[in-house]
């Protein structure tokens, strides 16, 4: 019997092939909210489910029953995603009450610029390699604004994405989950609705004022008028707006009334420093949505990221003023950046 050799892999062979081993899809889903639901279960194959943490204990059963009523009482529609997601799996209802209450840090950074081609706006999406699932869908519900966005294995939510009205929202975490937590809409269900809902910058930053949340995170709002962090958590909110034609987010909070809650960590303050460093030039460059894909793929702070916990799963660059956004469905130091959906109709800006 030969004895086995053991391959050594390199740290960027190993990242790569966590990339090339998740689960990326783009399509299209549209109907009611149970028929979304169902396709997206369908799309999920045999990794279909999974229930956060495990099994749930008595408190966190009556936790997350709490959540789902209080998501009912706002966002009814979702609930009936979340049928017909379970009928597409044959499995009660029940099993999917985690993902009401299912919080996520992450290490993601964002900017907003205004600049000659308009105002553009870039994302990264940064995790742990075991969320290997990252669907990129388009949207067209037959209630509410259709939208691009994508999906990350939590029921019903949307990450990041541009609506039909040329409204971009996202997510940035902001601190861990809270033990005890208040009752409220998980993270990744108020992108969605904002998505679905509103049409402007203003109405969504009014509504997410209003919404019960339950964990800290911050929420990039923009669209060609107005562009807003909502510095979100339990006990207090506030809002950043733009500043000489740039708006920047990580994981920390920088409102002077909330960096209490959240004290900032290093990562997230080279990732916000390299972002501020880096930009100027955008503010008068031609091509500047191009450019700004080469900031993104930065490794020095880095913002494109390959190690556990901060890895860089996708990146987007969207035009508010052309209304189309592009995605890079892997880390952009690597992958191109595409417009998918070329066929939908292009999301309309809107004007005041």
Same mark, same amino acid.
């Given at each position: 019997? =030969?004895?086995?050799?053991? #391959?050594?892999?390199?740290?960027n ?10 689960? *990326?899809?783009?399509?299209e889903?549209?109907?009611?909210h ?10 999920? %194959? ?13 408190? =966190? ?17 979702? #609930?009936?995603?979340?049928?017909? *997601? ?9 099993d999917? !009450?985690?993902? *009401? ?16 081609? %308009?105002?553009?706006? %870039? ?32 029921? @019903? ?15 940035? @975490? ?11 809409i ?15 910058? =203003? ?18 709002i ?6 807003? #962090? ?6 207090r909110?506030?809002?950043?707006? !733009?500043?000489?034609?740039?708006l ?5 909070? !920088? ?25 100027? @030039? ?22 494109? %990221? ?20 592009a ?18 109709? #292009? ?6």
């Open positions: 019997m =030969q004895p086995q050799t053991e #391959v050594f892999m390199s740290d062979e190993r990242n790569l092939l966590e990339e090339q081993k998740a689960d *990326y899809q783009w399509y889903a549209s109907g009611s149970f028929d979304i639901g169902f396709i997206t279960a369908q799309h999920a %194959g045999s990794e279909a489910f999974f229930s956060p943490g495990g099994k749930l204990s008595a408190a =966190q059963l009556s936790y997350a029953e709490k959540c789902r009523a209080v998501t009912a009482k706002y966002y009814p529609e979702i #609930v009936e995603e979340f049928a017909g *997601y379970a009928s597409a799996l044959n499995l009660p209802e029940e999917l !009450l985690g993902h *009401y209450t299912i919080g996520a840090t992450g290490g993601c950074s964002a900017i907003v610029v205004d600049t000659p081609e %308009g105002r553009i706006v %870039g994302r990264n999406y940064d995790f742990f390699y075991f969320e290997s699932r990252r669907h990129l869908i388009h949207t067209r519900p037959d209630k509410g604004y259709s939208h691009t966005g994508i999906h990350e294995g939590l029921i @019903g939510g949307r990450f990041d994405g541009l609506n039909e009205r040329g409204l971009f929202v996202s997510f940035n @975490g902001a601190g861990d989950h809270p033990d005890p937590a208040p009752v409220g998980s993270f990744h269900i108020i992108v969605r609705y904002l998505l679905e809902k509103c049409a402007t910058a =203003q109405e969504a930053k009014e509504t997410l004022l209003t919404l019960p949340i339950k964990e800290p995170k911050s929420y990039l923009a669209d060609r008028h107005d562009a807003f #962090v909502v510095e979100a958590h339990p006990a909110r506030e809002v950043r707006s !733009l500043e000489n034609g740039r920047f987010v990580t994981n920390h909070y !920088l409102h002077p009334d909330m960096q209490a809650y959240h004290p900032a960590w290093p990562n997230s303050v080279a990732r916000y420093n390299k972002l501020v460093e880096l930009s100027p @030039g955008l503010l008068e460059s031609p091509e500047a949505e191009l450019d700004l894909r080469t900031i993104l793929a930065d490794h020095t702070a880095p913002l494109c %990221g390959h190690n556990d916990g901060l890895a860089t799963f996708w990146s987007c660059t969207t035009n508010l003023d052309t209304g189309k956004i995605y890079c469905l892997g880390a952009p130091c690597r992958n191109e950046y595409k417009h998918y959906f070329e066929d939908a109709p #292009v999301h309309q800006p809107v004007s005041h």
